[in-house]
């Protein structure tokens, strides 16, 4: 090879590989604006003030990796969780190193495993489907994570079923203080069919708020650097075909009695299915079923695809938070039950190569931003609800004037979190203005107080 090709071979692979990589730097949310974490405890719907820094805090970069500098908190409220976990989401002064150069593992995949699998854009944890809980068929009960013991490790406790009772609203939960999520972060009560009542009481919101009309957004990055999407996507890989939800090919089982794989091997048993453990209930319920051409929204054995995002135009392997048709989240929920690409990333003590300083910038557009906004319930009679559609990254200001000017209340959308609520019991009967800044920008709309 001549002289000439190789530059032009290195320019490429330049170009490329900064095109690539960018969205794993621009996409986190960096708190600029020092927000603090909020949490309810047990019996008490007002949050509580922590000391915390909400988000991410720094994005540092080097020629290979890409560093997070979080606390691991959300800026959406977080707890109670009402299962008898005793830990609260609390600082985990952490450092991320995660690949920008992503590869595929072209040998045997890597399993995921129990604690940090990836990495939400707001630097909270992604864990998988499991919570350190299995049967053991020798005293036939459960053993193993917060329950003590160690089961047989067969029948493996799926979280999202076994532990539903101690997530909160936002779907997450702390491991010793580490909050993270097993599955799609977006409210309970923002589901089409809502399975927990926790946001009745102790009412937050999630990273993102679903929207089956748009491509959902880039919500994380999994421990082989490859990113994470919410629900919803092209239907086919080359970014055409119109939105659609994107589908898990893991199915469950056809069993009454639980003594064998998914091929049919013999195995030590597990409880039978009943209504104490329905199908479902255990993550070796499920089994893989391949589809074929012209199912492209069936992703494959590792919950992804390789395929056309608004962040990645010419292609790359994608993982996404799969729901049901009632947004309810669905098997294997993100990332697994084994790894796509080379794990690589890891939580590090400190940082022992050169690196320079990510500077995020406001690039969104604020007519964007609250394009879908809703204001509801208006008329209103005891609050209004300002929601974002989608993925918010800005702190968005909400100020709500009588119409002769004067200002009653006010409240902050923070980025990383998509509603705010306005307490109107308060005010007089009759029309008022709601003003939604974000810096310079702002638009206004009519709300109406009516008892």
Known sequence: MNGKNILILALLSTLFTSAYAQPALSAWLQNTTGTLSRHYVSGNSMPIQDNDSVNVQTVLYSSNWVY??????????????????????????????????????????????????????NGV???????????????????????????????????????????????????MGNYHHHQNPSAFKLDLSVISTICNLYDADGLYSIDSTTHSPLIGFAYDGFPIYGAYAHKNVNGTGGIVRMKS???LRNIA??????????????????????LGYFREDYEYIATGAGTPDYLDEHNGRFCVTPEYPAGIYCYFATVDDKWNSAYPYAVGPTFYGIKNATK????????????????????????????????????????????????????????????????????????????????????????????????????????
């Open 257 to 278: 009695v639980r003594n064998t794989d998914a091929l049919g091997n013999p195995v030590t048993p597990g409880p039978p299915v009943n209504n104490t453990y329905p």
């Open 249 to 251: 090919s893991y199915k």
């Open 125 to 175: 944890a992604l864990f998988d489907y499991r919570d350190g809980v299995s049967w053991q068929n020798a005293t036939n009960s459960l053993k193993g994570g917060p329950l003590g013991g160690m089961g047989d490790q067969v029948w493996n406790r799926d979280a999202v079923v076994g532990e539903r009772l101690g997530f909160d609203c936002s779907k997450g939960h702390p491991a």
């Open 68 to 121: 997070i500098r979080t606390k691991g908190q959300p800026s959406y409220v977080t707890g109670p969780f009402l299962d008898g976990n005793p830990s609260l989401a609390t600082n985990q002064n952490a450092i991320f190193r995660i690949s920008l150069n992503p590869v595929q593992n072209t040998g045997n995949p890597t399993n995921t495993n129990g604690g940090n699998i990836g990495l939400f854009i």
């Open 348 to 451: 590090v003590n400190s940082i022992t190569e050169p690196v320079t300083v990510y500077s995020p910038t406001e690039t969104d557009d604020f007519s964007t931003i609250v394009s879908n906004i809703r204001i509801f319930p208006n008329p209103s009679a005891d609050f209004l609800a300002i929601q974002l559609n989608s993925l918010n990254t800005q702190n968005v200001e909400l100020k709500l004037f009588e119409m002769g000017g004067k200002l009653v209340n006010q409240t902050t959308i923070f980025a990383g979190s998509t509603i705010a609520y306005i307490d109107t019991r308060t005010l007089y009967n009759g029309n008022y203005m709601l003003l939604i800044k974000n810096g310079e920008n702002q638009i206004s709309r009519k709300v109406t107080i009516n008892r």
